[in-house]
């Protein structure tokens, strides 16, 4: 099983819509948790650290279940800019290395 | 403030050949970690330096080795290319092995002819 695992797509959207993207992790020691975004043939950039309180920003809600190992983005009024592929990434404690899943593509359709 | 800088940009290699690519940090960052995303997948981690020295080493084989400059520069080096090597090697830099974020570079793309 992989450390880190996301629905890899793609989500075809039309402008407006609303999408959640979900992402499963095995590690429960997993202590670190993001959402980063990266654009085509760009590098990763990171959207949002994810919170166990949830974390909101602008458009963009984050969700951490740690009982469930299950984190979630959700994006609300979506744009044509919102077109990406989004990594679900964590971390352990200390000097240890992002785990990045294998990312979930989106294309917002006008 | 020159962000995460990385060189060259795209590679053309051959089975068999070496390869060296390049990293310049974020300004103010001394801690380098270099991953590879092969197409359709997530970065997997290379390794990190830090000090000069590589602290954490992901699942690669020895064919991967790198070298961490006094001006907290580093290189990637990869000997004896294989096709599966064709790939995006990105190079993230934070300050301390430990902290987040980590900002990325653009890449290199490798391609293994």
């Known amino acids: 099983r992989k450390e880190v695992e996301q629905d890899p797509g793609p989500f075809n959207v039309p402008e407006g819509a609303t999408v959640a993207f979900n992402c499963t992790y095995s590690n429960s020691a997993s202590q670190s948790f993001f959402w980063y975004r990266q654009d085509c043939r760009k590098e990763p950039k990171l959207l949002m650290s994810?919170?166990?309180s949830g974390n909101e920003d602008g458009r963009f809600t984050a969700q951490l279940n740690r009982a469930s190992q299950y984190i979630s983005l959700l994006i609300r009024d979506s744009k044509l800019s919102d077109s990406a592929t989004y990594l679900c990434?964590?971390?352990?404690?200390?000097?240890?290395?992002?785990?990045f899943g294998k990312g979930t593509r989106l294309s917002v359709i006008a | 403030d020159a962000g995460v800088t990385q060189s060259p940009t795209h590679l053309i290699k051959t089975r068999g050949q070496q390869v060296t690519l390049r990293c310049s940090p974020k300004?103010?960052?001394?801690?380098v970690s270099w991953y590879q995303q092969a197409l359709g997948q997530g970065p997997q981690f290379i390794f990190q330096?830090?000090?000069?020295?590589?602290?954490q080493r992901g699942n690669f084989p020895d064919r991967f080795s790198g070298h961490q400059f006094p001006n907290y520069s580093s290189e990637l080096n990869v000997n004896a290319l294989l096709l599966g090597d064709s790939a995006l090697y990105l190079c993230a830099s934070s300050s301390g092995p430990s902290n987040q974020p980590q900002h990325f570079g653009d890449g290199t793309r490798l391609s293994i002819l």
């Open positions: 990434v964590v971390k352990n404690r200390g000097n240890t290395p992002l785990v």
């Open positions: 330096y830090y000090e000069e020295e590589e602290r």
């Open positions: 300004s103010g960052h001394d801690t």
């Open positions: 994810v919170y166990s």
